[in-house]
């Protein structure tokens, strides 16, 4: 290659992959991959795996390291809450990951490359492709940069739902979640939804699904009414 196509990702990270082809696989979507048959790339899912365990591990050793005084079933809760399919995406799109992927032009036209699930993957195959370039310490610093900060935060946002729901039922209120809106074109959609308390409004939420937008209108609630961690 005469030009680094990844160059303004690499910078953003803050490492320069010695082998490129890293990159080009850990962004090769599998419907690209099949639908190039001559010449095709092998396409992401094995970086996926492998940094899908790479994170588990990394993260876990964190929490381990850092917070001495949890038991296991909530140091489970809380890695749970770091490496969700929202917590990532939404890493991914800061990252703007999607627009390095190579897809198919039907995976392209359907929104492949901003949806969550896709998102998720394309962080995990990202590390993989980062830990086979440049070890396992390059691939602790990313992670430690992008995942592992305002950790609180995330686990409130993970649980956002379920905690407005306890304390809903503690002061003896309904809680319920409208969608007031759509945009966007049916492969990309946009939700707006607003939760209610008592049928007041709290807060509103947007998600490129009803259910995320109902996760952030929860934790913009629970914001709302300074509910603590710790409650």
Known sequence: MTE?????????????????????????????????????????ERYEFLGDAILEFIVSEFLFE????LPEGKLTKLRASLVCEFTLSKISRELMLGSY??????????GGNNRDSILCDMFESLLGAIYLDGGLA?????????????IEHKQLFYDSKSMLQEYAQKHDKKLSYELIGESGPEHNKSFYVEVLLDGKSLARGEGHSRKSAEQLAAYHALKSINYQLEN
Do not use: M, P
């Not at 850092?66 to 005084?69: D, N, P, Q, R």
């Open 4 to 44: 680094r196509r990844y160059e303004k990702l690499e910078q953003t990270i803050g490492y320069q992959f010695q082998n490129e082809k890293h990159l080009e696989i850990a962004f090769t979507h599998k419907s690209y991959a099949n639908e190039n048959v001559i010449g095709a790339k092998e396409s992401y």
């Open 66 to 69: 850092h917070y001495a005084s």
């Open 101 to 110: 992927g190579l897809f198919s032009k039907g995976e392209k036209i359907t």
């Open 138 to 150: 390059v691939a602790k610093k990313f992670v430690y940069e992008f995942l592992l900060t305002d």
